[in-house]
C-alpha cells in the first residue's frame, strides 16, 4: 500500500518567505507562486517527495532577497509533520521581465 503524503509545498513556501524577510529592515519583495510541482520520490530505503516551487520576486530588494533566500535556505529548520527535509536549495536565480525569478527544489522524507 502505498503511503498518504502529507503535502509540503506550505511549510516550504512559508520558510522561503521568513527566509526573505531575515535581517535588518528593508523593504521586502512582493512574493508572487509561479509554479509547485510535486513528484513521488522513493530509494531502495526512503519514500518522499520531490518539490520544484517557482516564484517570482517584485520590489526594490528582490535581487537581495533571491540572493539572502539562495544562501540560507539550507541551513534553516522546516518542520513538516512526518516528514524531514532531506534536501532543500535555490537551483536559479534570474532576472526577468517580471522581476527576479527563483526556482527552489527539495527533497522531502517520510519519517
Known amino acids: 500500500m502505498k503511503p ?55 520590489g526594490a530588494d528582490a535581487a537581495d532577497a533571491a540572493t539572502r533566500v539562495a544562501a540560507q535556505i539550507g541551513e534553516i529548520d522546516i518542520p513538516l509533520a512526518g516528514h524531514v527535509v532531506a534536501d532543500i ?8 521581465v517580471a522581476g527576479v525569478s527563483v526556482v527552489v527544489e527539495a527533497l522531502t522524507l517520510v519519517d
Not at 521568513?18 to 530505503?45: F, K, N, Y
Not at 536549495?89 to 526577468?96: D, L
Open 4 to 58: 498518504m503524503l502529507r503535502d509540503a509545498h506550505g511549510p516550504l513556501l512559508r520558510a522561503v518567505a521568513r527566509t526573505m524577510q531575515a535581517g535588518e529592515d528593508r523593504q521586502l519583495p512582493m512574493m508572487t507562486i509561479e509554479s509547485v510541482a510535486c513528484h513521488d520520490w522513493a530509494s531502495a530505503t526512503f519514500v518522499g517527495q520531490r518539490h520544484v516551487i517557482a516564484l517570482c520576486l517584485t
Open 89 to 96: 536549495a535555490v537551483v536559479r536565480i534570474e532576472t526577468t
